[in-house]
């Protein structure tokens, strides 16, 4: 079979493969890979959470500043919002810093997605036009091997082999994970003609990590199945696959929690009826850790893998930024603003 086609690539995703790759090839082992990848994307974003620790250091010391803004203009919101506005700008301060380098880290974790999803075309060294090579070696392979479609279809879910083939192959990058795997346990399949005759040398990924298949997708249902008592689905690789979330959620409530204690303190806000307004930075410390873990649930473990060694990364950045990051904002100049303030709201008063 030698129908060939194939679909754009996307060269940021071509980018982080080859990254990948090239740690793969470092380091011998997908799971340190996908460890490695992490740490220099961490350093790559290093100069960013330097500045963003500078800004939220600042902040801290404006937050007695700020809470006598909130007295000050208590019942004058658009007034407050333009003061705080003029306070940042005067002390150089992003109150979107904290948020900035999460919305760089999603693209990238989408893009990952894509780059564990399709290992044939990004980590194997597979183009889009030569994806029908594969399908040929199998073909060829099967020929020579009891039940060998039989087993090759079970191993992808798929009935036959049109649901790779239909429509110039554009199924095909659905089934990569499955397609990658199934090589790596009949290796001899890269011996066939059809991928010899390209004369380059492709990769065979090795999804284990310390007992973990990190292309697996950890089982959702199964673990739901707990609380209701079934358990006809659970063995030891489903179980071990749930440490991959599970971790994910631990340690983004503590990257959140920490986070929280580094944003300064300031006075409630308060309704017309002088209740106290929820504070959706708590709710938000639930709700990234739920977020985490659910993600982690629905895409493959190597993406999850990711996440935890980003957030563990992250933690260890932002005890030492804490420790070295000094911000020229002296108690002084705090205080002497503070004065001002109080100044003008007598003023107001009277």
């Known amino acids: 079979m030698t129908i060939r086609g194939g679909t754009q690539v ?3 995703m071509l980018a982080l493969g080859w990254i990948l790759k090239l740690c793969n090839m470092l380091v011998g082992n997908y799971g340190l890979a996908i460890i490695l990848f992490t740490i220099l994307v961490k350093a790559i974003l ?5 500045k963003q620790q500078r800004s939220m250091a600042k902040t801290q010391k404006l937050a007695p500043l700020l809470n006598e803004l909130q007295q000050k203009y208590a019942n004058d919101k658009e007034k407050l919002n333009a003061e705080t506005m003029k306070l940042y700008q005067k002390y150089k301060v992003n109150p979107m810093s904290g948020c900035l380098p999460l919305l760089i880290q999603l693209p990238i974790l989408m893009a990952l997605y894509w780059v564990v999803k399709k290992p044939v075309v990004y980590l194997m060294g597979f183009g889009e036009d030569e994806v029908w090579r594969i399908v040929s070696a199998v073909t060829q392979w099967a020929e020579g091997t009891p039940d060998g479609l039989s087993q090759f279809f079970t191993a992808l879910g798929i009935e036959n082999m049109e649901a790779l083939t239909a429509n110039n192959y554009k199924m095909f990058g659905m089934y990569e994970i499955q397609i990658a795997r199934f090589l790596h346990s009949h290796q001899e399949i890269m011996n066939s003609q059809w991928i010899l005759e ?10 284990n990590f310390l007992g973990l298949d990190l292309s697996q997708t950890p089982n959702l249902s199964a673990f739901f199945g707990l609380f209701i008592g079934q358990v006809k689905e659970l063995n030891v690789s489903t179980i071990a696959l749930w440490s991959i979330p599970v971790l994910s959620g631990v340690s983004s409530f503590v990257v959140s929690k920490l986070s929280q204690k580094m944003q300064p303190t300031t006075a409630p806000q308060r309704n017309a009826n002088g209740e106290e307004k929820p504070n959706p930075m708590q709710s938000m410390l639930l709700f990234m850790p739920l977020i985490s873990a659910w993600f982690a649930f629905t895409l493959p473990a190597a993406v999850g893998l990711y996440w935890i060694v980003s957030n563990v990364l992250q933690l260890l950045q932002q005890y030492v930024l804490m420790k070295i990051v000094k911000v020229d904002l002296t108690d002084e100049q705090i205080e002497g603003e503070i004065v001002n303030v109080k100044k003008n709201r007598k003023k107001r008063k009277k």
């Open 46 to 50: 290093l100069p960013m959470m330097v």
């Open 198 to 207: 390209t004369g380059k040398n492709y990769d065979i990924i090795d999804f």
């Open 10 to 12: 996307s060269y940021i």
